[in-house]
């Protein structure tokens, strides 16, 4: 059982440039989300999904696109990319199912924008 | 809308003491799930307990325990016999429940253990 997996584990953009962060999850959840956290700020919500083909913006949305085609996979998009988006990502997921909500979460992506 | 509050940004702890994390939250909804989750140094986010708003019992996880102060909005973190492992990032977070549950962090608190 994989869980939640985020790949890649690491990159480096220069600015202007574009790249999909990419998770999927094999648990069937239907909720699945993006954060970023960085230094003193704690984990901020980018987007978030209740299901496949349905989606919608958290706290901070600007420069990031998601789309959920299927259940298990919600990929990230950096449309241009920017030194203030120099983060830590996390993709988690979960589910309302038993009365569960506890989010798994991937082991994280660190993204470096020069 | 939901905050999430953590004031203390570092705290310490001698191994095998006690100590206590401070979060509080601030929501108009009466249907909500409160989680604590560890982040250690290999930045894995682990979920330490959760307290389900209408249970007035603490939830009690071996060595943690939470004192859930519903009318104050109240929902500290108690780790007994604090152990090197230990050491790590803490986070508070709040959810509500319903078509839109998403979760708010606060800002993290960060653990250290002294042998």
């Known amino acids: 059982n994989a869980g939640v997996t985020q790949t890649p584990k690491f990159q480096v953009l220069k600015t202007g440039q574009s790249m999909t962060l990419q998770c999927a999850q094999d648990m069937n959840h239907e909720y699945m989300s993006w954060y970023r956290q960085d230094p003193g700020m704690g984990l901020r919500l980018i987007h978030y999904s209740v299901g496949a083909g349905i989606t919608d913006q958290g706290e901070v949305p600007n420069g990031y696109n998601v789309s959920r085609s299927t259940t298990e996979d919600f990929p990230l998009r950096l449309l241009s990319a920017a030194p203030s988006q120099t983060s830590v990502y996390f993709c988690?997921?979960?589910?309302?199912?038993?009365?569960?909500?506890?989010?798994?979460f991937g082991p994280g992506t660190r993204l470096t924008v020069t | 809308a939901q905050t999430v509050t953590q004031s203390q940004p570092e705290m310490s702890v001698q191994e095998a003491e006690t100590v206590t994390l401070s979060c509080t939250y601030d929501?108009?909804?009466?249907?909500?799930?409160l989680f604590w989750y560890k982040q250690p140094p290999s930045r894995q986010m682990i979920l330490v307990i959760r307290?389900?708003?209408?249970?007035?019992q603490n939830a009690t996880e071996n060595r943690f325990s939470v004192n859930f102060q519903k009318a104050a909005k109240s929902f500290s973190l108690k780790i007994s016999d604090s152990q090197l492992g230990d050491a790590a990032m803490y986070f508070c977070?709040?959810?509500?429940?319903?078509?839109?549950?998403?979760?708010?962090f606060g800002k993290g608190i960060t653990l250290s253990v002294r042998p």
């Open positions: 977070a709040s959810l509500l429940t319903g078509a839109n549950s998403k979760l708010t």
């Open positions: 988690a997921s979960s589910t309302s199912v038993a009365l569960s909500y506890e989010q798994y």
């Open positions: 307290q389900e708003a209408y249970k007035q």
């Open positions: 929501t108009s909804e009466s249907d909500y799930y």
